[in-house]
């Protein structure tokens, strides 16, 4: 069956500390890849997507993501965190040429802690 | 930048009783979809609503529910005869055919 995987739940980190929010998808075709956030009591925002190309993308708020498809990831970085980046994180994928690129597959989200 | 608006931000009801949740995708978005979210749990699909129809439904859409798009600007999702188990936040979404999905802040549906 189709699915992502986040396999931490909740990760707290320093402020000005490094950041990695691991993603794993299963699925058998060629996937778009997307991050989102969410920050307490408002919707989910687009940090990045990957749909094909440069393996590497960037994105909002200095979010970047790396596509490896050996591993079926899609891990979110950022170098320094920031104490506004305390959110929950959502890794979400859907396939290419379903038809429909809004019938998103979400993980499970991974709860942000930043720590002054 | 154009945003997805839904309202209300919170609704209570009584079970047994439909609730409409209303959202104004953005404007010249063709693509609209409901997600949900169960507190603890992940986000959902239920539906996506293209050129006036259903294009895709999860098994979750069942008879109870139901969308709309009742003039140019809104779209709507009704719930028949709410449960218990319908209490959740509700995402409204919207896109173009190329764009990614643009989320709405999401309506908390409490059931009691």
């Known amino acids: 069956a189709q699915s992502v995987t986040q396999p931490d739940i909740h990760i707290t980190v320093s402020e000005g500390a490094s950041l990695e929010l691991r993603c794993n998808y299963s699925?058998?075709?060629?996937?778009?890849l997307f991050w989102y956030v969410q920050s307490p009591g408002q919707g989910l925002q687009l940090l990045l997507k990957y749909f094909s190309g440069d393996t590497l993308v960037q994105g909002i708020k200095g979010f970047e993501a790396e596509f490896k498809r050996s591993q079926s990831s899609f891990n979110l970085r950022k170098p320094s965190v920031h104490w506004s980046d305390a959110a929950e994180y959502f890794c979400a994928v859907t396939l290419e040429g379903s038809g429909n690129t809004g019938k998103l597959i979400f993980g499970q989200g991974t709860t942000l802690q930043v720590k002054p | 930048e154009p945003e997805v608006t839904q309202t209300p931000s919170h609704q209570v009801t009584q079970m047994g009783q439909e609730v409409i949740l209303r959202c104004v995708p953005i404007?010249?978005?063709?693509?609209f979809y409901w997600y949900r979210q169960i507190l603890g749990q992940k986000v959902e699909f239920l539906v996506s609503f293209y050129n006036n129809e259903i294009s895709e439904k999860s098994e979750i859409f069942d008879d109870q529910f139901s969308v709309e798009r009742p003039d140019g600007s809104n779209f709507t999702l009704k719930i028949r005869s709410t449960k218990l188990e319908d209490s959740a936040m509700y995402f409204c979404a919207s896109s173009t055919d190329v764009s990614p999905l643009h989320f709405g802040n999401g309506t908390r549906l409490t059931v009691t």
């Open positions: 699925y058998g075709a060629t996937p778009y």
């Open positions: 404007s010249n978005h063709l693509y």
